[in-house]
């Protein structure tokens, strides 16, 4: 019911929507079309605001369901059919943008020295961290992967998107790196990130369009989660 607009357009910021339907016990919207991440696969939604005029609604919290996407306000709802103008906070999604593709520039190192699947992940704004199933890890692995990592992020490789139908992507099993394959049954098309030459995984979320825009990262640290899984925390390099 909803036009995803960041599914093919990371980087558009602003947007026009008419309100579809109205939640007054939520204090929430769903509009025909967005430009607001919902949230989800460890990246937070997004914040931003709805405008009429010159009257703003702060927008707190973005869900999706069978529906579409909802957007929770701060304020009194616009009525049903009302159109409105929405706006990111872009500061906070690019920053999210990065840290997501660092994330998966990091699953395809981990990937191709230790042939590792991810067994969990999450993230904020220019910090992150991804567990891996690595029995074999030391923590003279730390500064190597660092250096392997911030390599290929310096090739500027491309970042692309494309969509699968269901049942091509289920014949891909490469396409899938956690543990546990987390599709949701009903999903018929698969958006997938391919950082091409190095990760190719399904993915709902925003990122860069090349990975010279992540720029550097540290792994501040690598902490053992028991039986095998490691868990490898990244952050951005701001320092310039």
């Known amino acids: 019911?909803?036009?995803?607009?960041?599914?093919?357009?990371?980087?558009?910021?602003?947007?026009?929507?008419?309100?579809?339907?109205t939640d007054v016990d939520d204090n929430r919207v769903l509009l025909d079309s967005t430009v607001f991440y919902p949230g989800g696969g460890g990246q937070p939604h997004d914040?931003?605001?709805?405008?009429?005029?010159?009257?703003?609604?702060?927008?707190?919290?973005v869900t999706a369901d069978s529906d579409g996407i909802w957007?929770?306000?701060?304020?009194?709802?616009?009525?049903?059919?009302?159109?409105?103008?929405?706006?990111?906070?872009?500061?906070?999604?690019?920053?999210?943008?990065?840290?997501?593709?660092?994330?998966h520039a990091l699953c395809g190192v981990i990937w191709?020295?230790?042939?590792?699947?991810?067994?969990?992940?999450?993230?904020?704004?220019?910090?992150?961290?991804?567990?891996?199933?690595l029995p074999d890890w030391s923590a003279e692995f730390v500064p190597i992967v660092e250096t392997e990592l911030n390599d290929e992020l310096a090739?500027?490789?491309a970042v692309e998107v494309s969509f699968l139908p269901r049942n091509a992507a289920d014949e891909?099993?490469?396409?899938?790196?956690?543990?546990?394959?987390?599709?949701?049954a009903g999903i018929q098309e698969v958006?997938?990130?391919?950082?091409?030459?190095?990760?190719?995984?399904?993915?709902g979320g925003t990122h860069v369009s090349d990975t010279g825009q992540v720029g550097r990262i540290t792994i501040p640290k690598a902490e053992n989660k028991g039986r095998g899984f490691r868990r490898i925390r990244i952050?951005?390099?701001e320092s310039g």
Do not use: C
């Open 1 to 21: 019911m909803t036009e995803r607009i960041y599914a093919t357009d990371a980087y558009a910021t602003a947007m026009q929507g008419e309100v579809v339907r």
């Open 47 to 61: 914040i931003g605001y709805l405008a009429i005029g010159d009257d703003r609604m702060n927008v707190v919290r």
């Open 71 to 103: 957007h929770w306000l701060e304020g009194a709802l616009p009525a049903l059919g009302t159109s409105v103008d929405g706006s990111l906070d872009w500061d906070r999604r690019f920053a999210l943008m990065r840290t997501h593709t660092a994330m």
């Open 112 to 133: 191709n020295r230790f042939h590792s699947p991810v067994t969990g992940g999450n993230m904020q704004p220019g910090a992150g961290r991804l567990d891996f199933d």
């Open 155 to 157: 090739r500027q490789r």
């Open 172 to 184: 891909d099993p490469s396409l899938i790196r956690t543990k546990v394959n987390l599709l949701p």
């Open 191 to 203: 958006r997938v990130i391919d950082i091409v030459g190095l990760d190719r995984q399904a993915d």
């Open 235 to 237: 952050q951005l390099d």
